[in-house]
């Protein structure tokens, strides 16, 4: 089921409203039916493998905390193997079996794989990776044991975050599943709040964009690398916006309910390095990363060149997880490569900023950060969207092409080459369109500029009613007029 | 949880403004019933157009949105007909200065004629006189028709208020009517909610379908049927090019198979198909409509097939009844089952049971001066 769909806003309000109305011991239970209901509409019968994944988990973690000794590590392993076996044989296995027949070619080998022909399980890398945290923290000493299965099973199955995140770790989530949730209206307004709010990222500024980026990247022989920045550029906001909305439709449906889940998304397109940028994107999963992959590894409590080794891995792991291509792959090595030469080079770059005086000016130089973060990011966003590495490495090739001839057109006066690239329509939006785009990137830009002096909704609870009421008509208008309603899937269900 | 129902109701205006214009606006005539060709039918027909059809048009659904505009129009129609194909030569040159319409739909059966009278009774269509074309196999429960299932709820509207159903016989047919239409309230309901199509309301996007199935046309001698603004339909080419000898050998053939349509397993009068009829008849009285019947006749060759087996003597009996009801009722009845009595030949018709236009219009030439 999808947030932005009439089935999800008729679904919603019956299970918030029977949830506050049955009594409170038959609450966990309802909405464990709703969440199967929920996940049961993309492909009934891949339950079984949540089913199978939940009952594998919660008998790990009882026989983890009972068990002493190495018989822990077994139970643990069992765990991860079941969860990380399910995820390979659904989303890893084409991929593995077609590297090796490239392999078997190259090296002259017969060899003829077999295809695993089912549709990957929605949310299949979340829930696993909510799963894992369970069982590793239950082996750490850091969580006891969950004894109600029913409990533990609304853990990994909770609906508003069970096919894209984020990712929460039992320490939050299961003892909110316990708690007594008292009907409180200022939570359940700021739930609505952020839900409409999130709705507005996905419908009105992703989905449009949605429309330019494919236009340009699935006709990749028809566009010039200037039409591929600003695709690319869009993409950055697309795919941000696509996914910090389905997180804040998914924090507020919960929120509604008294349930409290982590933030995934801190304004990262504000980071001033790559590092901070991991610190505010899709923060469920690289804290996932660092406290279950990197740490373990040694993190940088090893020497310079280990700790480099570390994040690579860790990165490349990431990219994996995004998914089963290459492209993937090169995009979490190329932040890792990042990360990596900032830390090495990080004192030479300070030097360099001294030497030009830049940090004199601290918001020059914020400004200076903020951007080649950005333009950094946007980089590696090219193998995230290409179809495969050759046509990222293309991509860049004709941007790389194309910002030679702009700047030889800036040297030559030629005021013809800008309006030849762009002659209206070519982008798939109408002018129109265009501008809505645009005009609706800027609103978002200009309300995270202010929600960092604080909670936009605290904010708006402090104005007068007519202004907030004015806001909210504003917005639900905006949705309502410029929405796209295509019911374009959210981009990180295909993870 | 009051005081956020409260909250949620000052949203209300909201939502209605968006069921408001979906279902106002409505661009692409989701509520309608009609699909795109039907109401492009109907628009031509309005405009005074004629249009040219194929065997796959779906006429009732034509006169379900042509009825509501002259229920719309609200002025008195002097002479409206309903029947089958047999009746659809009558045309608007046969009631010169009157205004005319010929509602009749092809393979016709009883539940078509109550079901279009109750299309009348509720678009409020004002009529003065109804020429109700009655074939055999109205009267038959075996006939193996069920074309009028697409006007089904304005058939069972009719009996409920015509036969005195109690409450829960209410009930029981709105539920039936509800279950079968699941999957229509399921879109009319998706649609009135839906902000995309909230969307292409708001850029009011008129009615600007053009059919790729059916035409206009100026020349109304065509290759395939052509429907007139009023209503009528000039036949194809095949069967107004048929002369005499072929229309013979095809009627010849035709009943070689010993199979008349609509008639088979007609051995009596269906006495609940009689009691429709009946009721139908009274409820025309009721708002002062004047009836006559006409009874389109058969081919002679036809007609002799039929007077000669017995299992066809219900079409002679339903002639009978016919007369003598019309006697009762003091009711005009023109034409018969039998070309003979009323004078046409062989060379008359189309078909073993299509009577040709010209020999319709002096059937009724005859009594032009009684409908004036």
């Keep these: 089921m999808l947030f932005n769909s009439l089935h999800f806003f008729i679904f919603f309000p019956i299970v918030f409203f029977v949830y506050f109305t049955i009594p409170p011991r038959f609450r966990w239970f309802w909405l464990l039916l709703a969440s199967s209901y929920f996940y049961m509409v993309f492909i009934p019968q891949y339950i079984l493998i949540l089913y199978f994944i939940i009952i594998v988990d919660y008998f790990a973690g009882r026989m983890i905390e009972k068990s002493t000794g190495r018989r822990r590590k077994v139970y643990l392993m069992a765990s991860i193997i079941a969860n990380i076996g399910v995820l390979f044989l659904f989303k890893y296995f084409n991929f593995f079996t077609s590297n090796l027949t490239g392999l078997a070619h190259f090296l002259h080998w017969n060899y003829t794989p077999s295809v695993f022909r089912l549709l990957l399980p929605i949310g299949l890398s979340f829930h696993t990776f909510q799963a894992l945290s369970y069982t590793i923290e239950v082996y750490r000493g850091r969580q006891p044991a969950e004894r109600h299965l029913g409990i533990y099973a609304l853990y990994v199955m909770f609906f508003p975050q069970l096919v894209a995140g984020p990712i929460e770790r039992p320490q939050n989530l299961l003892p909110q599943l316990r708690q007594l949730k008292i009907f409180d209206y200022y939570q359940v307004i700021d739930g609505l709040k952020l839900i409409i709010w999130g709705l507005f990222k996905k419908v009105v500024i992703a989905d449009r964009l949605a429309i330019l980026v494919n236009t340009v990247y699935n006709n990749f022989d028809y566009y010039s690398g200037l039409q591929f920045l600003i695709a690319t550029i869009c993409f950055a906001f697309q795919i941000y916006c696509d996914f910090s909305g389905y997180s804040d439709i998914a924090l507020g449906t919960a929120q509604t309910m008294g349930f409290r889940l982590m933030q995934n998304f801190q304004r990262p397109y504000f980071a001033r390095s790559i590092t901070d940028f991991w610190r505010r994107w899709h923060i469920s999963l690289s804290s996932w990363f660092r406290d279950y992959v990197y740490i373990p590894l040694g993190g940088n409590r090893v020497g310079k060149l280990r700790s480099g080794l570390n994040v690579l891995v860790t990165f490349l792991a990431s990219g994996l997880w995004h998914g089963a291509n290459w492209t993937f792959v090169v995009w979490g090595l190329l932040h890792g490569f990042f990360i990596v030469f900032s830390r090495w080079t990080m004192k030479l770059r300070e030097k360099l900023v001294n030497k030009v005086k830049l940090n004199k000016y601290p918001s020059l130089y914020h400004m200076e950060q903020v951007i080649v973060t950005f333009l950094l990011v946007c980089f590696s966003w090219i193998f995230f969207r290409a179809e495969n590495l050759n046509q990222a490495l293309q991509i860049i090739y004709k941007i790389c092409l194309s910002l030679t001839q702009v700047i030889k057109a800036l040297f030559t006066g030629n005021a013809n080459f800008f309006s030849d690239q762009f002659t209206g329509s070519e982008f798939g939006l109408s002018k129109s369109g265009l501008i809505v785009a645009f005009l609706s990137i800027l609103f978002l830009v200009c309300v995270q500029l202010v929600q960092r002096h604080g909670d936009l909704r605290g904010i708006m609870r402090d104005r007068p009613a007519q202004q907030r009421w004015a806001l909210y008509y504003l917005v639900i208008i905006a949705i309502a007029l410029f929405g796209v309603f295509d019911e374009v899937p959210f981009i990180y269900f295909q993870f | ?372």
Aim: glycine share 4%; charged share 25%.
């Design chain 2, 1 to 372: 949880m009051i005081r956020l129902i409260k909250k949620l109701l000052l949203f209300s205006p909201l939502l209605l403004t968006l069921i408001l214009v979906n279902f106002l606006i409505d661009p692409y005539r989701v509520f309608s019933q009609l699909d795109d060709d039907d109401r492009w039918i109907v628009e031509k027909l309005k405009a005074g157009n004629n249009v040219i059809l194929d065997t796959t048009v779906n006429d009732r659904m034509v006169q379900r949105g042509y009825i509501a505009f002259m229920g719309a129009q609200k002025k008195l129609y002097d002479v409206v007909v309903i029947g089958s194909s047999r009746a659809l030569q009558i045309n608007s040159g046969i009631f010169q200065k009157k205004s005319f319409f010929n509602n009749s739909v092809m393979g016709a059966s009883m539940e078509d004629n109550l079901a279009i009278v109750e299309m009348y009774f509720k678009n409020k269509v004002k009529i003065n006189t109804l020429v109700l074309g009655i074939d055999p196999w109205m009267f038959n429960r075996n006939s193996g028709m069920e074309k009028w299932r697409i006007l089904e709820l304005e058939y069972d509207n009719f009996l409920a208020d015509n036969f005195n159903y109690n409450l829960f016989d209410k009930i029981a047919l709105y539920v039936r009517h509800i279950n079968s239409s699941k999957e229509k309230i399921k879109k009319y309901c998706g649609t009135l909610l839906s902000l995309k199509y909230f969307q292409h309301s708001m850029q009011k996007n008129d009615f600007n379908y053009e059919s790729k199935r059916y035409r206009i046309t100026e020349n109304i001698y065509m290759q395939s049927p052509v429907k007139l603004p009023d209503g009528s339909v000039i036949n194809s080419e095949s069967m107004r090019s048929a002369d005499v000898e072929r229309v013979r050998k095809d009627v010849v053939d035709y009943l070689a198979k010993a199979e008349i349509y609509g008639l088979e397993s007609f051995s009596v009068l269906d006495p609940n198909l009689r009691l429709q009829f009946e009721a139908l008849l009274q409820s025309l009285y009721k708002k002062n409509v004047r009836v006559i019947l006409f009874l389109p006749s058969f081919h002679p060759l036809t007609y002799n097939y039929i007077k000669n087996h017995q299992q066809y003597r219900a079409v002679i009996d339903t002639e009978d009844y016919l007369r003598s009801l019309a006697k009762e009722k003091k009711m005009l009845l023109i034409g018969s089952y039998d070309p003979q009595s009323v004078g046409f030949t062989e060379a008359d018709f189309y078909d073993f049971m299509h009577p040709k236009r010209e020999a319709v219009e002096n059937l009724f030439a005859g009594i032009f001066g009684l409908t004036k």
